[in-house]
């Protein structure tokens, strides 16, 4: 993919699509102007794909909006040029912009609903893109607009040209939020986050259309991600953001596999590459948090956070990118004056080893568990044949153990019936069928409000989103000590204080955030307390839905370490529910791959990652992206969505997207589960000897074999 | 939508029998004292009131009345006016079309004039047109109907001498009269309905689909006429079909007080008279208006909005 464009290499000649020269964007507030965007340069050559990564905050999306120069009331560019095709865009009046935009650069949006108009039928919101920019008739138009949707590999698309957005799956919206950019074909794409937003299978086929257009039609493209792995499988060249300014860029393979700079070391050593192991190798997580931008330190920003920061040389002035001497092509850039210094070895990823935890008797004990809702049908059909109800099967004969002190992941797409499940774990729904034995005791059909403090407070949950689970109005201290409280762990109140206390250090907070309000806190410093409050009535067993998903690459990093440190000192069982693959593997002992509320398969981690694999795991692996250049993939690309749960297909739940399909037993009969080896179970109708010939999907180098152990 | 449509209809005329229902126990039974009284006077001797029960079929059972009552209330009959001394029909038909009139001026002008300057101030939020419009939308709408219908009448009537006091329409139907009743109800909603339609276009403008529009280089007419006005207009719709409703009881104070013979006057004037046949048909008209209002507001928002129509 990287080779699809002609790059920097061999297009210095040509001239080149947008140059960014010395750009400074700031904000206008109440508190004055905050610079948001420092010193930005980037040359985009015809046909070539720039990456710009960052953690939140640290300009990126600033600067894609300044390229079309969208900015808002209280933005403004305040230095430097953004020349398109050599011409400054800083300096031309709206009608000369209304030109370019939509016709010479298009934007993909993050959120490809809301980018969406909802009343519009898409037919109009595509013909329109033609229709303003060029003389053709409304017939042309609409021959276009069918060969561009053909070409986002949209099915049908004479009937989603007559749909609403609302009536297209979240992948399908984003092929026609892509189709809208390209078809005017313009020479400049921006991508900001296009498939944040989407799961995993759809992304990855998103991801492939976006490489093969950008071979089709040549078209440049800046492509914004706070995924490293997104990056190193679409771009051909990487911009590393912090806190406003570049502070590494080159080409991919020189910045991915020699990264100068600390804080890329440092993104490098947050994210799950397949080479770290929550023993053998942790996560190092990046101290300290993001600056902001006003409290920005002279010199370097990142030097209250790097471990190679030097009084007087770093802390001095600010200094511009140096070039980085080796491979001339590469055009590697770095933003540090310490780089030819530094071990760079030594900064590889992988933490101090730990000892692994003991895993003790089994603790949870999930027989036939299913859970149906009933769902009234109120169309005129229902209403006369007098079939109103139905059932919606969320979860259907899950069977799995899961051992005290370890770690067992949960994972699957969006609708799969994984939080369902966790529901009824914790009581907020009740299942319909089977048992869920905790602690021996079948809690399957026991509402929370039933439960006793005893049997509440050994199951507690993390939840997803850090934001909206903490009570604005009530300080942190309060929170934690109510439950501490109401589960009766202390009962005295200096007791209680002390224990809220232990509580703020275990989760490695400062004891005056007891004082604050939510809304004093980060993000991740709002997940810590969501941890302190699930650990406060010493639980046997936590679930924790998607803990770190909301968060930044380095304080998911934290996060996700803390969890870890907190559960192997407490020996908890941690039920670990996420659709991101590379983390699970990280972080789980064992893992049930669940697919439209079945289980597929599941085995230990080692098991599940290597032959053989469930088709729906093995497409899975495959879409997950890896931030390694020197680790190859399979491509097992997904067609087509995950079918509604109201109403699933016959026979095995896979069967209409699956690439092994064997033949009509797929769509007839449920497959029977079998069991591959001890403890590892698959559940398909092709025959296990079958499965077990196929190759891995995700290929690792031994350490000795690669480049970077020259 | 089909069964969206026959659904709320059927809602509406099950909410209709059931106001009916309650209306006729009200006022027609023993159940808030007895209608002959009601009818005759406190001084009707025992046996007058048992000659008019006879009369009006009063003996006989409540079912049977209720239905007797409901039947010649659908098919038209809608009783004979007590005070009127004539059929109920004949008073009421003229009164709900001279309110007709008036509502039909007013809203005339409020939905215009409301549109307009909430979509204006909608699109700059924060400009001067927006913070005045606040201003002048909260001030006339805290100042109640009868208030701005005595300092309207002090200063084009009183003052300036422009405008006639009344609109008794005694000489035949006089469009100048009909200004200051127009005028105080419009004053007093506008503001409401601007306000709303101002805050829904706001939003819609924040909206990353109006980003889209304008990133495809649409002209700024375009992002606003095709893309904003369609989904700012939604709530605003709304609105609008729920002030037919209030108006239909608003119109009460502006009537009596600029002594317009119209709908809420009447009611009034049924209700001061123990006019139970009136009141009884001007209840059930002011029923019908709200449900009907309402079963169209649902109706409509459906239809304008397609993540509804189609899901």
């Keep these: ?337 310490r780089w030819r210094e530094i071990d760079h070895h030594q900064e590889a990823p992988g933490g101090d080893p730990r000892a692994a935890a003991e895993i003790g008797d089994c603790c949870l004990e999930v027989t036939d568990m299913q859970k149906y809702y009933p769902v009234k049908d109120s169309s005129l059909k229902a209403l006369f044949t007098g079939k109103r109800m139905r059932n919606v099967k969320a979860n259907e004969s899950l069977n799995f153990r899961a051992h005290e002190g370890e770690t067992v992941a949960i994972v699957g797409e969006s609708g799969c019936g994984k939080s369902t499940f966790a529901k009824v774990l914790m009581g907020l729904e009740t299942g319909t069928g089977g048992e869920i034995r905790h602690d021996g005791v079948d809690i399957a059909e026991i509402a929370v409000r039933d439960r006793s403090n005893r049997q509440i407070s050994s199951l507690q949950m993390v939840f997803q989103n850090p934001f909206d689970t903490l009570n604005p109005s009530h300080t ?110 990280y972080l789980a002992d064992r893992i049930v791959v669940m697919y439209l509320g079945q289980i597929m398969e599941r085995g230990t981690t080692e098991q599940i990652f290597s032959p053989p694999y469930h088709p729906y795991t093995e497409a899975l692996l495959s879409a997950v992206p890896i931030a390694d250049p020197e680790v190859t993939k399979r491509e097992i690309v997904l067609d087509g ?70 | 939508m089909l069964t969206l449509i026959l659904r709320r209809v059927g809602f509406m005329l099950f909410t209709m029998l059931v106001v009916s229902l309650v209306l006729f126990l009200l006022l027609d039974t023993e159940l808030a004292g007895d209608p002959a009284t009601r009818v005759l006077g406190q001084f009707a001797s025992e046996h007058q009131k048992e000659l008019w029960r006879e009369e009006h079929g009063y003996n006989r059972p409540v079912m049977v009345r209720y239905f007797d009552w409901v039947g010649s209330f659908v098919t038209g009959d809608l009783g004979i006016s007590n005070r009127y001394r004539a059929p109920v029909a004949e008073v009421l038909w003229p009164r709900l079309w001279n309110t007709a009139i008036l509502g039909f001026w007013t809203f005339a ?12 101030s909608g699109m700059r939020e924060g400009s001067v047109l927006d913070r005045s419009l606040s201003v002048t939308g909260i001030l006339t709408t805290s100042v109640p109907e009868f208030a701005s219908a005595v300092f309207f009448s002090s200063v084009f009537v009183f003052g300036l001498q422009w405008l ?15 200004i200051l009743p127009v005028m105080v109800l419009v004053v007093y909603d506008f503001g409401y309905v601007a306000r709303m339609t101002r805050a829904s276009m706001a939003e819609v403008m924040t909206a990353q689909y109006i980003r889209t529009a304008v990133l495809k280089g649409l002209a700024y007419k375009t992002v606003i006429l095709r893309h904003a006005l369609r989904n700012a207009l939604i709530a605003p719709f709304t609105v609008i079909m729920l002030q037919i409703n209030w108006l239909l009881s608003g119109v009460i104070v502006v009537e009596f007080y600029f002594a317009y013979k119209g709908f809420g006057a009447l009611l009034l004037e049924a209700s001061l008279n123990n006019d139970v046949a009136l009141l009884e048909a001007c209840a059930m008209i002011a029923v019908a208006v709200a449900v009907g209002t309402q079963t169209l507001a649902d109706i409509g928002y459906t239809i304008l909005n397609p993540r509804i129509r189609f899901s």
């Design chain 1, 641 to 710: 969505n995950v079918p509604s749960a109201m109403d699933p297909p016959s026979g095995c739940p896979f069967s209409t997207r699956c690439p092994r399909k064997i033949g009509a037993i797929c769509e007839t009969e449920n497959p029977p589960e079998r069991q591959a080896s001890e403890r590892h179970y698959i559940k398909c109708h092709i025959e296990l000897d079958e499965l077990r010939k196929v190759e891995e999907v995700i290929h690792v180098p031994k350490e000795e074999e690669r480049i970077r152990a020259e």
């Design chain 2, 164 to 178: 006639p006091g009344t609109s008794g329409m005694t000489d035949g139907f006089d469009p100048v009269q009909l």
């Design chain 1, 1 to 337: 993919m990287n080779n699809s464009a002609n790059g920097s290499g061999n297009g210095a000649t040509a001239a080149p699509i947008l140059e960014c020269k010395d750009l400074c964007i700031s904000y206008y507030t109440r508190a004055g102007e905050i610079p948001a965007v420092v010193d930005f340069s980037l040359t985009v050559q015809p046909g070539e794909t720039i990456g710009i990564v960052g953690e939140s905050g640290c300009g990126k999306s600033t600067v894609a909006m300044a390229i079309m120069q969208y900015m808002g009331h209280n933005g403004g560019i305040t230095g430097g040029s953004i020349k398109f095709k050599g011409r400054d865009m800083t300096k031309m009046s709206e009608a000369e912009l209304r030109q370019l935009r939509g016709s010479e650069i298009a934007m993909i949006y993050q959120e490809p609903f809301a980018s969406l108009n909802p009343s519009l039928r898409v037919s109009t919101q595509l013909l329109e893109v033609p229709m303003t920019h060029e003389n053709i008739t409304r017939a042309e138009a609409r021959e276009r607009c069918m060969q561009v949707l053909r070409d986002v590999r949209l099915p049908d698309p004479a009937r989603v040209m007559n749909s609403y957005p609302h009536q297209l799956s979240g992948g399908q919206q984003q092929r026609v939020v892509i189709a809208m950019g390209l078809l005017s074909n313009p020479s400049l794409l921006l991508l900001d986050e296009p498939t944040t937003a989407l799961d995993v299978t759809v992304e990855a086929g998103i991801v492939k259309l976006i490489a093969d257009i950008s071979a089709k039609y040549g078209t440049s493209q800046i492509y914004i991600s706070h995924n490293l792995g997104l990056i190193l499988e679409t771009c051909d060249r990487v911009f590393v953001m912090y806190s406003g300014e570049v502070v590494e860029e080159g080409r991919i393979k020189s910045l991915f596999t020699w990264p100068r700079h600390p804080y890329t070391h440092g993104l490098f050593a947050c994210i799950p590459l397949p080479t770290a192991d929550k023993n053998a190798a942790p996560l190092r997580p990046i101290p300290g948090q993001l600056p902001l931008p006003h409290e920005r330190p002279v010199g370097c920003y990142y030097a209250p956070r790097c471990n190679h920061f030097k009084e007087g040389l770093c802390d001095a002035r600010h200094f511009p990118m140096e070039k980085v001497e080796g491979d001339e092509g590469a055009n590697h850039f770095v933003r540090c004056l």
């Design chain 1, 476 to 585: 942190i201290g309060a929170q934690i000590e109510r439950v501490v409280k109401k589960f009766g762990v202390e009962k005295n109140k200096a007791a209680v204080r002390e224990r809220v206390m232990k509580l703020l250090d275990t989760v490695k907070l400062p004891r005056d955030f007891y004082y604050r309000k939510p809304r004093q806190l980060s993000g991740g410093q709002k997940q810590r307390i969501g941890i302190a409050r699930a650990f406060a009535g010493n639980p046997s067993m936590v679930i924790a839905d998607e803990p770190v998903s909301a968060l930044d690459v380095s304080v998911a990093a934290a996060v996700t370490e803390l969890l870890t440190d907190i559960q192997r000192e407490h020996r908890t069982t941690l039920l670990f529910i996420s659709h991101d693959l590379s983390v699970v593997r």
């Design chain 2, 109 to 120: 002008l409020i939905i215009p004039i409301s549109l307009v300057f909430g979509i204006l």
